[in-house]
């Protein structure tokens, strides 16, 4: 049986895999398509990720009842049916899931893995803000801090690179170039956005619920499919019946949908068994990685020195939010007398 701390390391790692390649699988999905091949529909792909979301959730809540058919089917009934106000507020946050994986689709199809990682951690900003207007929390200086350093570094990050060419064809192609990264960080900043409430919405409903994360994750995915179905129906539709419903899937297409899938499970190992410095960190290190490997394998990116400047600030401002301040002992109390 793994130790606690064990536990810990593990978690961290898979969350450092998980975040790193799913962005560069995603990233090389949409970018490494061969002349006359048909790109997989990114709507397809998000109903997928979230039936198989809902299927992993539904064997764990299983487990929770020694995977008793009766018990399973009764709890089910009872959160899904008996409870259905409760499941009913989780369509918000359900549609907004559903919106942000499309757009971090759209996004991924515009940006390079590099820029896509650093400029997501605005949701982070976006989710403090959130959780100051939704919950009244209170945020201490440390962090309104670390939050300035993270805007700046992202800032910085947008700034386009110097190029020495000075001809019609490079500045059509520059042109061309910035318009596609226009339309990437829209989807990436929207998605930041649409992270940000639907995580403290979904934080909000746990607080005030009996409903097991597994449970709630559930009603989660049970809206995610239907809404994204919707989607389907409406932006996909065409194609699809032309060309069917996984048209271009291929192994790396599926493995997408896995990391995407199982991805909410490893942030919930994290949460249970690490500490936010330790999170912090795993989001820095993948920064790290998924920038190395978007420059040397998916020759994608070229880091300039204000790209590396401002991924600096954002790891530092990542980790900076994520710091608490060690709360002094009590003291010790006096003996008592005899």
Request: charged share 10%; with cysteine.
């Amino acid at each position: 049986m793994a130790s606690q701390q064990q536990l810990k390391w593990i978690s961290l790692t898979l969350l450092v895999l998980q975040t790193s390649s799913v962005v560069l699988a995603m990233r090389y999905t949409r970018s490494a398509a061969e002349p006359g091949q048909k790109l997989y529909l990114t709507s397809t792909a998000v109903v997928m990720a979230e039936a198989v979301k809902l299927l992993t959730c539904l064997l764990l809540v299983a487990r929770e009842h020694g995977f008793s058919a009766r018990l399973t089917i009764r709890d089910l009934r009872t959160e899904l049916l008996v409870n259905w106000q409760d499941t009913l507020k989780l369509a918000v946050p359900a549609g907004l899931y559903t919106l942000q994986n499309n757009l971090l689709f759209i996004a991924l199809s515009h940006l390079n893995a590099a820029l896509y990682q650093v400029t997501y951690q605005l949701k982070i900003l976006t989710t403090a803000v959130f959780s100051v207007l939704m919950l009244r929390k209170a945020i201490s200086g440390t962090k309104w801090l670390a939050l300035l350093i993270l805007f700046t570094g992202v800032a910085l990050v947008q700034l386009p690179s110097q190029d020495d060419s000075s001809s019609a064809a490079a500045t059509a192609e520059q042109s061309a170039s910035l318009s596609s990264q226009m339309v990437g960080l829209v989807a990436v900043l929207s998605a930041c956005c649409s992270s940000g409430f639907a995580g403290v919405y979904f934080e909000k409903i746990l607080k005030g619920s009996q409903a097991s994360v597994w449970m709630r994750n559930i009603q989660l995915g049970l809206f995610g499919a239907l809404l994204g179905l919707g989607g389907v129906a409406a932006s996909d539709w065409q194609r699809v019946a032309a060309d069917g419903f996984f048209q271009g899937y291929t192994g790396w297409v599926w493995l997408v949908i896995g990391l995407h899938a199982f991805g909410g499970l490893v942030i919930a190992a994290v949460i249970k068994y690490a500490d936010n410095i330790l999170k912090g960190f795993a989001n820095a290190v993948s920064i790290i990685l998924s920038t190395l490997v978007s420059w040397l394998w998916l020759a994608d990116f070229v880091p300039s020195a204000t790209f590396f400047a401002g991924a600096s600030l954002v790891i530092a401002a990542t980790m900076l939010y994520g710091w608490e301040r060690p709360q002094p002992a009590p003291p010790p109390r006096p003996a008592d007398k005899v």
